[in-house]
């Protein structure tokens, strides 16, 4: 039963009430806590818990100053079922003797028993206002972390729609860039010479690119285009010349395997 301690504990303290002087002076280092550590730890044991012997002994002795009159006050009439109670409430028979709370409260009076229901329920009454409070607090949070959750995903499906949006043009802007480039070669440039000489052919692959073949007319060198296999196109050695060559290969990664010898 450990409520019964918080009941050891509620009869000492009504005790420091009711007797004042023990609550002062008489600190040493033996008794660090005072007068109060002292009648705790040595004065009741010796008078075997009996607080009505003490009082009586302490209110005929005239050595003990103003706590002779506190324990003649507290043998009145007025006092003797709070005397009873807080007697009750120390023995060292924890079991036996010692009271509950709801019997120690009902033998203070209606009163305090009423006051104790009163506070029991107005406890349970904060209880239910802090789970309701943390139940808000929780709701709140977790409604803030959706829209959070939905922002993030609004935004990135956004920048997803941007990017394949960049991609898209890119793309349109790339091919037609290499129509315009082939439009300018086939229309404007006769490609390959049609008026400047036969068109190159496979027995053309290695042969030098003729000197009048000039950059911007009869070919175009740009990354943007996009070559077939089997196209003959111009093609620049590390030796600096330019020689025909045959695309063999389109690896898709924009290179190309192309014959030239």
Do not use: H
Not at 179 to 200: Q, V, Y
Request: aromatic letters at 6%; charged letters at 35%; proline letters at 3%.
């Amino acid at each position: 039963q450990p409520t019964k301690f918080d009941v050891f504990c509620v009869g000492m303290t009504g005790i420091r009430v009711l007797f004042p002087s023990l609550t002062t002076g008489g600190q040493s280092n033996e008794w660090p806590g005072g007068n109060f550590q002292r009648f705790a730890e040595m004065t009741l044991p010796m008078y075997k818990y009996d607080l009505k012997a003490w009082m009586k002994d302490m209110a005929e002795r005239s050595d003990v100053g103003r706590l002779s009159q506190e324990c003649a006050e507290g043998m009145e009439a007025d006092n003797v079922a709070l005397i009873q109670l807080l007697q009750k409430l120390i023995q060292k028979a924890l079991f036996n003797a010692r009271p509950t709370v709801p019997v120690a409260l009902k033998q203070l009076g209606p009163e305090w028993a009423q006051r104790a229901q009163a506070e029991k329920k107005r406890t349970k009454q904060l209880q239910e206002q802090r789970k309701r409070e943390t139940a808000r607090q929780r709701a709140a949070e977790a409604k803030r972390e959706e829209q959070e959750q939905q922002e993030r995903a609004r935004a990135e499906q956004e920048e997803a729609t941007r990017r394949k949006k960049a991609e898209t043009e890119a793309e349109k802007a790339s091919k037609a860039e290499e129509s315009r480039l082939r439009s300018i070669l086939a229309a404007g440039a006769d490609l390959f010479g049609k008026k400047r000489g036969a068109t190159p052919r496979d027995s053309d692959i290695a042969n030098v690119v003729p000197e009048t073949w000039k950059e911007q007319k009869e070919y175009l060198r740009s990354n943007k285009l996009v070559f077939k296999q089997g196209e003959m196109v111009v093609s620049f050695r590390s030796d600096g010349s330019r020689r025909f060559g045959k695309i063999m290969l389109v690896n898709g990664d924009g290179t190309y395997d192309v014959l030239v010898e």
